[in-house]
Structures are given as C-alpha cells and as structure tokens.
C-alpha cells in the first residue's frame, strides 16, 4: 500500500539517533546510566496509588473536563502555589492527557494552518517544532521576545526549560506578556518543571505580577509526571484564559480525549498533598549537587541550568563527540542538536536515575 501524506514530514525521532552510543554504554562493565532522557525512577507516592486503587472500579466513561473536585483541586495548586488571580473559575481549567500530547495537538486544536505562525524557543524540547508541523504551520524559533520579528499567532515559552533549565524572572516572562497583547498571539507557558529551581524563583505566566490579573490570551501548562513520579500516568492540565480552554474543551469533546476516571482521582489527591513534592526537590538537588560536582572536576562547564532536572553541560567540543566520550564512560546523554536547529557543542545530562547509578556517573567522570 502506497504511503499517504504524512503532516510536515516529521523528522526522525531524536532517540533513535544515538542507538550506537547506547550500545556502547551498555556494554560497560558495570553497566549503563542512562542520562538521555527525563522518565522518573522514584516511586509513585502512596496517597496517589491508593487513591488511583479506590477509583479503580470505573465502568462508565470519564469526562472530557475532568470532574469538579478536580477542577477544584488544580484551581486551588494555580492560585495558592503560582499566584494567579482569585477571579479564575472552573471554566479555566482544563485536565490532559500528558502535556506532551498537549503540546503537540495545541496548534491543530487551536485551528492553526499553513497561513499561521508558531514561535518557540530556539533550544527547546522537540515538541513544540513537531507542533507546529503537525498543523503545517510556519516557525520561527527564538530566545528573546524582541528578536520575534514577525506577528505571530501562537508562542509557546518553557520556564524552566528543557534542556537548558534556564529560569524566567519576572522582567522577562512579563515581556513575553506584553509581546502576545501587542501582537495578539496565544502565549503559552510551559511550566511542568516549575517545582525544581535551584537557583532564582520560578515565575508562572499566570502570576499577576506577570500578568496584571488579566490572564486574557495566556495558559500554563503544567504536568504531574515529574512532581508527583506521575508519568505512566499521563496526567497533566492548562489553565488560563477561560475562552482558550473553552475552545479546547469542545475539540477535545469531540476527539475523545479523556483521562481515565482512576487517574482523575489520583491527580486530585497528588495535588492536594505537597509533601511527597518537598521530598522529591530534595532528592534531586541531592543528585544534582553529585553530578554537578562531577562533571565540573572532568572538564565540563555547566551552563544555565537554574531549574528542571537536567544540566547543560559541555566540554567544548561538537556535541556527538561528547555523547561518544560519556559512553565509553557507561554513560548516556541526550546531544545538544535534538533541542536546536544545527549543531551544538552542549549534552542534557538528566538527573532521573537512581542515587546509586547517579553516584556510579560521578565515580566513573572523575576516576
């Protein structure tokens, strides 16, 4: 059967470019530490499985929307924890399926096409450009609002950014506000690693200091996979402009997108219990400070890097020679060109291992 049209052409998907480096670092002695990618390994709290178990008996469909207890819950996490405005309802609220699955239906969704423009960041997580091409739309790829230079229709911004960790402040992240209101565009924020900041404050793009209280073309999207050792779940959800999610709301009605009623359940009690968080910021600054150690006394510099669960690492070299060095040490990065358009001399080192693999990463950079 002849192959039809596949939307934008895709590129091949990043990982399956550095299958040689993993089976070099596999064959390790003592084995691989996989760094490449940003999965969680800690268990999943015990309030989240037992409250996931109680809801298991679920035999009728769940809603699109989630459920008001739900809604309820994410409102509580938006205002309490990232400061936004008192005046959001439930009508702002929107629960997903994995913000992945978000972020690359966003712009199809958002009724975008060839005549439409995307802007993302210019390292970014691949997804955003997958998007984009997804719906056939144009892109145009940046670090600063002012280097836009076109009248875009969506933007999408990460704080603290995947690869980079680089952290918003708020200067900045208001200057992304200002950009979408002159221009009209859709601001999207991509906030699902704002519990980990090691170093400044996390700023949502629905704080009012952000905003003014006016969340009128903005969205935060934020997930529970790595707060709440939730990724199997696929669990995650925007909030913002209520006509926005409105909008999303209905396609999503008729695609069928709903989280299953268990899950539902589980996120509601993940959000209303920050503890099980706490601990877990603990275990990655922990892991960070090891590897971080390390890599600077073998040769790395380590830039950006505030926040997320990654570090931005480079030895000043291309960055598959790096990815080539790490694996003869058993170790496995992510290369710096699967997060910007070209080369690049930085890896994305994560920190989503086990303590004992992150202490074997260390041991073997330094030996």
Sequence with gaps: MSR????????????DTIAEARRKAESHPDGIVDLSVGTPV????DVVTE???TAGDAPGYPQVWGTPALRAGILDHMKQVWGAPASLDEASVLPVIGTKELVASMPSQLGLGPDSTVVIPACAYPTYRVGAQLAGAKIVAVDEPGEVGVTPDLIWINSPANPSGRVLDLDEMRAWVDLARSTGAVLVSDECYGEFVWDGESVSVLDERANGGDVTGLLACLSMSKRSNMAGYRAGFVVGDA???????TVRKH???MIPAPVVAAMQAALAD???VLEQVKRYQLRRGVLKSALEKAGFRIDCS???LYLWATHDED???TLDRLANLGILCSPGDFYVDGSSDHVRIGLTATDERIDAAAQRLIA
């Design 4 to 15: 039809r049209n596949v939307p934008a052409s895709l590129p091949t998907f990043p990982w």
């Design 42 to 45: 800690d268990p999943t709290p």
């Design 255 to 257: 695609s069928g997108l």
């Design 319 to 321: 960055c598959r020679v």
């Design 274 to 276: 920050r503890s099980h």
């Design 306 to 308: 505030e926040g997320s």
């Design 51 to 53: 409250a996931l178990t």
């Design 243 to 249: 006509e926005l999610t409105s909008e999303l709301l």
